[in-house]
């Protein structure tokens, strides 16, 4: 009983990755995910439609950014390359996959 609850686990795990690649290929992220990623963002980085809670605390705006600096940006945070104590938190704990959702949604809003 247990192993065919392990092997479904498997098989629901191994299609989920299968899925995301394919629409990895179609898309470099998916903004759906991407959008509720970001929740956390929100505090800093006042994204439109959302109240800033540090009104004037001087962070960059990172709405409607292009894809491939968000994704290096943060990538750039996340190795050390990029020096900055509370940038390299967040971005420590983001896979790549977390990356190129949360870019896929930052990237597709307004300026
Ligand atoms: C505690 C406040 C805080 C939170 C929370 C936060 N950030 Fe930041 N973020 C900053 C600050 C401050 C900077 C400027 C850092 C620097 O000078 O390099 C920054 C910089 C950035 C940059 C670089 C922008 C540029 O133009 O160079 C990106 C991209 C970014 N953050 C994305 C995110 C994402 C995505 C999240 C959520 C997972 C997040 N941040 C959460 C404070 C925050």
């Known amino acids: 009983?247990?192993?065919?609850?392990?092997?479904?686990?498997?098989?629901?795990?191994?299609?989920?990755?299968?899925g995301s690649a394919a629409a990895a290929t179609a898309h470099p992220g998916d903004p759906a995910v991407g959008r509720i990623m970001v929740y956390t963002c929100h505090g800093c980085h006042g994204i439109p439609g959302y109240r800033n809670a540090y009104p004037n605390y001087p962070v960059p705006k990172i709405a409607g950014q292009h894809y491939q600096y968000l994704v290096t940006a943060l990538n750039e945070y996340?190795?050390?390359?990029?020096?900055?104590?509370?940038?390299?938190?967040?971005?420590?704990?983001?896979?790549?996959?977390?990356?190129?959702?949360i870019a896929a949604y930052l990237s597709s809003l307004k300026k």
Do not use: F, K, W, Y
């Open 1 to 18: 009983m247990i192993r065919s609850l392990v092997l479904l686990a498997v098989l629901v795990l191994t299609a989920g990755i299968t």
């Open 78 to 101: 996340r190795s050390g390359d990029r020096a900055h104590p509370t940038m390299r938190t967040q971005a420590e704990s983001l896979s790549e996959a977390d990356i190129a959702n």
